[in-house]
């Protein structure tokens, strides 16, 4: 994935932005924190340490769903990234989500914003 993540969420839940992205260097609220992620902003190792640990493996097999259908879409191009054919037939394939880039990530954002609105899905520091 070619373009640039801009912030990081420590072990405390805090989120850091990088110095010069563009989005506001203080993320203050729930509400901006999932903006950010909607934007496609914060990949899934990030989103997943916000939820809470009895919701994180929902949010991951969404996220597995949404990376099957990529591969899928990838394998019946006939177009597959080995000359001799997909390495991965029936698993999950690196390639189609490296080339959909942010598309990939708003799409696993938006299953995380669903647990992450409802506040019992947080971990403690977002419970806000």
Same mark, same amino acid.
């Given at each position: @994935? *070619?373009?640039?993540?801009?912030?990081?969420?420590?072990?405390?839940?805090?989120?850091?932005? $990088? #110095?010069?992205?563009?989005?506001?260097?203080?993320?203050?609220?729930?509400?901006?924190? @999932?903006?950010?992620? +909607?934007?496609?902003?914060?990949? $899934? %190792?990030?989103?997943? *340490?916000?939820?809470?640990?009895?919701?994180?493996?929902?949010?991951?097999?969404?996220?597995?769903?949404?990376? $099957?259908?990529?591969?899928?879409?990838?394998?019946?191009?006939? *177009?597959?990234?080995?000359?001799?054919?997909?390495?991965?037939?029936?698993?999950?394939?690196?390639?189609?989500?490296? %080339? +959909?880039?942010?598309?990939?990530? %708003? +799409?696993?954002?938006?299953?995380?914003? $669903?647990?992450? +609105?409802?506040?019992?899905? %947080?971990? #403690?520091?977002?419970?806000?």
């Amino acid at each position: @994935m *070619n373009d640039a993540i801009d912030c990081f969420v420590d072990a405390g839940g805090h989120v850091y932005v $990088k #110095d010069g992205a563009s989005v506001d260097q203080f993320i203050g609220t729930s509400e901006e924190l @999932m903006t950010l992620a +909607a934007q496609g902003r914060m990949p $899934k %190792r990030m989103l997943v *340490n916000l939820l809470d640990v009895q919701h994180r493996q929902t949010y991951l097999d969404a996220c597995a769903v949404i990376e $099957k259908k990529y591969t899928e879409k990838c394998t019946a191009t006939k *177009n597959p990234c080995l000359e001799s054919g997909c390495a991965v037939e029936g698993e999950i394939c690196l390639q189609p989500l490296l %080339r +959909a880039g942010i598309g990939y990530r %708003r +799409a696993c954002a938006a299953e995380w914003i $669903k647990l992450f +609105a409802d506040t019992r899905n %947080r971990i #403690d520091a977002w419970k806000n």
